[in-house]
């Protein structure tokens, strides 16, 4: 019922940048989290950044400042945008989403894109 789609993933050289997009769409009242993780082959999935429908943001630690998440409420569409790219952020970048989809129970579920590819690499 909720979707999905994600896009912006690719090949790029160590240095560059990518902006990865991801629009929600199907049946639900509000999306409140939304967020990007990502998972490299053989390791577990782990959050890159996530911000709440009030703006509030977090990141993790490791990415140092060079990526910035965004979201357009209007749009239902988070962003997150890369820089600076090194070899290391080579991994499977999956979009999530925290929906309510009653209006009256505030139960929320979490909802997944397909993942994006990113790879980092000359």
């Known amino acids: 019922q909720v979707h999905l789609v994600e896009s912006g993933g690719g090949l790029v050289q160590p240095g560059g940048s990518l902006r990865l997009s991801c629009a929600v769409s199907?049946?639900?009242?509000?999306?409140?989290?939304m967020g990007w993780y990502r998972q490299a082959p053989g390791k577990e999935r782990e959050l890159v950044a996530s911000?709440?429908?009030?703006?509030?943001?977090n990141y993790a630690h490791s990415l140092k400042g060079r990526f910035t998440i965004s979201r357009d409420n209007a749009e239902n569409t988070v962003y997150l945008q890369m820089n600076s790219l090194i070899p290391e952020d080579t991994a499977v970048y999956y979009c999530?989403?925290?929906?309510?989809?009653?209006?009256?129970?505030?139960?929320?579920?979490?909802?997944w894109g397909q993942g994006t590819q990113v790879t980092v690499s000359s």
């Open positions: 199907g049946r639900f009242f509000s999306i409140n989290v």
């Open positions: 911000i709440t429908g009030g703006g509030r943001i």
């Open positions: 999530n989403a925290r929906a309510q989809i009653g209006t009256i129970s505030r139960l929320e579920y979490d909802y």
